[in-house]
């Protein structure tokens, strides 16, 4: 306000600019304000206000302001007033209040929601992906690489969960080796046991002097013995392999002869030579797993043999065995041939002894060196 027009507010003769009035005297204000105010403001440079309507959803109807200044030695008082329906942004024709908070809400809402549903779907589509990798694993996926499913979490499940199948597949492959390995190995104690029970049932038959009945016993129990000691030992191999089994003195010339005596049945019909030449000497070994080993291989001289040779041969430590044919056994009968050379293969490895299996013109020979290791 000019200094020209200050000088012309008077008595009576208010000054009025926009939502603003100044008087020389209270009563000069407009009455809306006075009505409102009631009392002139005492002290200067103070503003007095007058809100009303209003709350924290819609913005006031009107505001009343006042104040009492000096103008030299005169007193000047002015006023200003807004109201909703006439000033600025408050006037009635733009949206309400309300309504802007409201859409603005919403709005805030909808977006959050659709931040909400992108994130679920980058983190679901994984689990699923994860869920149904899992539902279809097989031996042939649990040889494969673990998929990535970009979250480090997810992909450390993904490991556990093949690690933990793997470990029980190999369970159940470690049962079943065991168990075509049992049913392999005890075929022959078994059928020592049933061949001389009924040997036994016909000597008792002919009242046969009781140490030929003894003979007949003792072997049945050897056989016995036998089939423990398979037993524990393949339930160590299946188990426990790296662990060493207890060592015990063994001749391996009597354990040759024993054997070739006990798997005699395989050359039953048929026109085969055998021959064994060994020495007497004593061997520190695990006596069980030797067994085992040199079954097999008798067996399966014996057994792929139709017509010719099967000579053995031990000196010390070292064992030969050389099969020479000229008639094949018929193949197609499975004994378990493969089962057993499987079965050799990992008691060989087991201890590190020298082994050679050498197919030869007309058959094949393998040898064992038991020293090493």
Known sequence: MHSSQQQNVSDGKPYRFESFTVASRWQDLPENVRQVMLEP????????????????????????????????????????????????????????YFLMIFVTAVLGIVAFSVVIIWVMRRVTLPVDRLKNWAKGLNTQQLEQATPDFHYSELNTLASIIKTSLSKVQDSLSREQQFL??????????????????????????????????????????????????????????????GKSLPIIEVSLDQLIRQLVSELAYLAKGK??????ETDESVQQLPGTLCRIIMTNLIRNALQHTMKGSVSIVQQGYTVSIVNQCESYANSSEDLGFGLGLELTTRLIKQYDWQYQNIETNRGRKVSIDFSAG
Not at 77 to 95: C, I, L, Q, T, Y
Not at 204 to 226: D, F, M, P, S, W
């Open 271 to 276: 026109d085969i030579d055998i021959s064994i």
């Open 180 to 241: 075509s390995y049992a049913s392999h190995e005890l075929r022959t104690p078994i059928a020592v046991i049933r061949t001389n029970t009924e040997l036994l049932q016909k000597l008792i038959a002919k009242g046969a002097n009781t140490e030929k009945q003894a003979q007949v016993v003792e072997r049945i129990e050897r056989a016995g013995l036998t089939m423990t000691d398979l037993t524990e030992t393949l339930l160590w191999l299946n188990r426990r392999e």
């Open 41 to 96: 403001p005492t002290e200067f440079n103070v503003l007095n206000k007058t809100i009303i309507g209003g709350n924290l959803i819609t913005p006031p109807d009107a505001g009343y302001f006042t104040m009492k200044v000096a103008y030299g030695t005169e007193t000047r008082f002015v006023s200003m007033v807004f109201e909703r329906n006439k000033v600025g942004a408050f006037k009635r024709s733009d949206p309400p």
